[in-house]
């Protein structure tokens, strides 16, 4: 039996010292941000335009990735749990600087708040990558499949090309609240139309829904379960209808908490996709509260 080879301390340290980087598929490269990206584009397939929604907001793409987070906002507080979980790839569905294309917007590039944001992103070492049109154009439709996995309708698609549900009757009261319960949502949820019209039918829409969306279902279902609309628009739509004598109902649940459950699901498909690294889901969560009574 031969002599143990001697390791020099210097050597020992190297690679103790590299045995915790992520390596790329040769196992030879750190697998970094921008190569995370490049395969996600390719999966995903389609045209990716510099002047597009999707793209790198903040951070360094060449960082090398230690694990990945979907959120369908990468809020202050999503950013401190990523960093607490030791996660440094950030896709976010919607905006992380408060405006579509990811500028100073209105609030001016020396807002306190945005510069924080930026601070805290560049000081642990965080890369934010948007992903939203690509993620929303598959055919699978995950934001609607999420949404109603979320609220325990998955069996209970009509088609499986449309976002309609046919769900166990109960009244407009009790499936608003069955939904809050599901979502987990405080003071974010509002309803308007017919509270005691048994519901049936829901179309459900996450994200913003248009006028134009809404008047075309409005009269397939009972009620409509979207993230939010124009108040002056679709709510006192509803609200007129009601008064009108029709028996339907519109609940909006708050865009971002509607979004999450495709981001949830984006997460476990980026399991299939990049195996080096962990991908977890962050949630944002409902930001109202109620005020005492």
């Known amino acids: 039996m031969g002599k143990p080879a001697h390791i020099s301390r210097r050597r020992f340290t190297l690679m ?6 992520p390596l790329g598929l040769a196992g030879t490269k ?6 995370v990206i490049r395969r996600i584009q390719t999966e995903l ?8 929604p999707d793209g790198f907001k903040a ?23 990523a960093v ?3 996660t440094n790839l950030i896709l976010t569905y919607e905006p992380t600087f408060y405006s579509r294309a990811d500028g100073p917007g209105g609030f001016g590039a020396d807002d306190p708040v945005l510069k924080a944001k930026r601070e805290f992103i560049e000081k642990n070492g965080l890369v934010v990558f948007r992903l939203r049109d690509h993620w929303q154009a598959r055919k ?3 934001m609607v499949t999420g949404f109603a996995g979320a609220l325990g309708w998955t069996r209970r698609r009509v088609k499986n090309d449309d976002a309609l549900y046919d769900i166990p009757p109960a009244t407009a009261e009790a499936t608003v609240a069955w939904i809050r319960g599901k979502l987990n949502l405080r003071a974010g949820l509002r309803a308007a139309g017919d509270r005691k019209a048994t519901i049936r039918r829901v179309f459900l829409f996450p994200g913003s829904m248009t006028p134009a969306t809404m008047w075309q279902r409005y009269s397939e279902v ?22 009108a004598g029709e028996g339907r109902a519109l609940v909006t649940t708050g865009r971002i908490v509607s979004e999450e459950p495709g ?19 962050i949630g944002v969560g409902d930001p109202y509260w109620k005020p005492a009574l």
């Open 16 to 21: 103790a010292g590299t045995a915790s980087v």
């Open 30 to 35: 750190p697998l970094t941000a921008e190569a």
């Open 45 to 52: 397939g389609g045209d990716w335009p510099s002047t597009g």
């Open 59 to 81: 951070g360094d793409p060449s960082t090398a990735v230690k694990g990945i987070a979907t959120t369908a906002m990468a809020t202050l507080d999503v950013l401190k749990q």
């Open 84 to 86: 607490k979980a030791n």
């Open 140 to 142: 699978e439709n995950d």
């Open 222 to 243: 009972d009620m409509i379960v979207a993230g939010e609309v124009r108040e002056w628009e679709n709510t006192h739509y509803a609200a007129d209808m009601f008064t």
């Open 263 to 281: 981001m949830r699901v984006c997460a476990e498909w980026l399991r299939t996709v990049v195996k080096e690294v962990p991908a977890r889901w």
